[in-house]
């Protein structure tokens, strides 16, 4: 309790329970009266205990940190045990928010090791503790969680209805990290079960919320998604729009794989309108990148997809000049399976021709 301090005599009154003191006092003798309230001792315990507490939560951060890097670096098991200590400190401390965080860590730990029983267990209990607290966002955590293990059982719907909840949930908190996380996990539950355009409505939110939080590899993620999705509609105008979108995105930022992969895709989309004259030119434009990144198995791929198209529009001569192309390329990169495959297929070409088989060479060049 704080006493004031005036010029004057003053009159305190101090209430203890139901019963009240009055004390007449000059200011000297209420600055000795206070500082006899006080136990030097007490205050002494109390920020040695507080000195305590700050450093175990320390040590619990460092753990956790500890366990995320382990986890990223896939040694699933040694971020359990980093985990497990972390979340030891917090409950000895009373640290609820980090204690749940724990249990969160060891749930997705667990579900990467396939263990679903074990992670729902945790992930359970950090759902509860967020509702104990009233941490709205660590409960939507929890139930992403649960929705990530139907997901990865294939259990559709079920991970759907726990997504759609987590939204909710981290869309109150305010939390919009954590809401474009699950809403681009609830888009992927859309896309696999077949339902294309509540899964475009959703991918367009997600490129909304990435965009606001100027996150572009979800961003990305989601052009690229919804791209293929208009593609696979067969919805070829927005298709192009939208796989322009992502080459731009990709170039800006410097995603060659990105750019690559959207180049090969638009490239896809005009060779089936027919305009061959522009695919290859966008294919041409994807091995180049290829080239300039020293990507040999990407630069390869992409002059087999040149052949294999080319042959279906029974152009066996430009079929067979990519073909050979790519073989060179596959031999460099010293991919022994791919290079068996299209010796082969070059060979087929050449006996179409009418031209004489070449022997097999070495997968590997000298």
Not at 249 to 270: C, R, T, W
């Amino acid at each position: 309790m704080t006493l004031r301090i005036t010029t004057q005599k003053t009159i305190q009154k101090i209430s203890i329970g139901v019963a009240s003191l009055t004390f007449l006092t000059t200011i000297a003798c209420t600055s000795v009266e206070a500082s006899k309230s006080i136990n030097p001792e007490s205050i002494a315990s109390s920020s040695l205990v507080a000195q305590a507490v700050s450093a175990q939560q320390i040590e619990a951060k460092k753990l956790m940190d500890r366990g995320d890097v382990q986890f990223d670096k896939v040694k699933y098991e040694a971020a359990i045990k980093s985990f497990q200590q972390a979340l030891t400190i917090y409950r000895q401390i009373g640290d609820r928010k980090g204690e749940s965080e724990a249990y969160l860590s060891l749930g997705y730990t667990y579900e990467k090791l396939a263990s679903f029983l074990k992670a729902a267990e945790f992930f359970q209990i950090a759902i509860e503790l967020g509702r104990a607290t009233k941490n709205a966002s660590i409960e939507a955590q929890g139930l992403n969680g649960l929705a990530n293990i139907d997901l990865d059982q294939e259990k559709y719907d079920s991970a759907a209805n726990y997504y759609s909840m987590a939204v909710s949930l981290a869309s109150k908190a305010d939390d919009r990290p954590t809401e474009l996380i699950i809403i681009a996990n609830l888009a992927q539950i859309y896309k696999l079960q077949k339902n294309t355009a509540l899964a475009i409505v959703t991918y367009q939110k997600v490129i909304e919320i990435a965009r606001t939080l100027k996150d572009i590899n979800y961003e990305l993620d989601a052009t690229g998604n919804m791209a293929d999705l208009y593609s696979e509609k067969g919805e070829h105008a927005k298709a192009i729009e939208t796989y322009q979108r992502l080459v731009a995105i990709a170039e800006k930022n410097k995603f060659p794989d990105i750019q690559i992969m959207a180049l090969a895709s638009l490239s896809n989309v005009y060779w089936s309108l027919g305009e061959y004259d522009k695919s290859f030119n966008l294919a041409m434009s994807a091995i180049k990148i290829a080239r300039s990144e020293k990507d040999l198995i990407t630069e390869a791929r992409l002059l087999s997809g040149i052949g294999y198209s080319y042959l279906g529009l029974g152009n066996s001569e430009k079929a067979l000049r990519f073909y050979e192309e790519s073989l060179t390329v596959f031999r460099k990169a010293k991919d022994i399976q791919q290079t068996v495959k299209v010796q082969e297929v070059i060979n087929e070409i050449r006996r179409t021709l009418g031209m004489p088989s070449k022997p097999a060479i070495s997968p590997i060049s000298s």
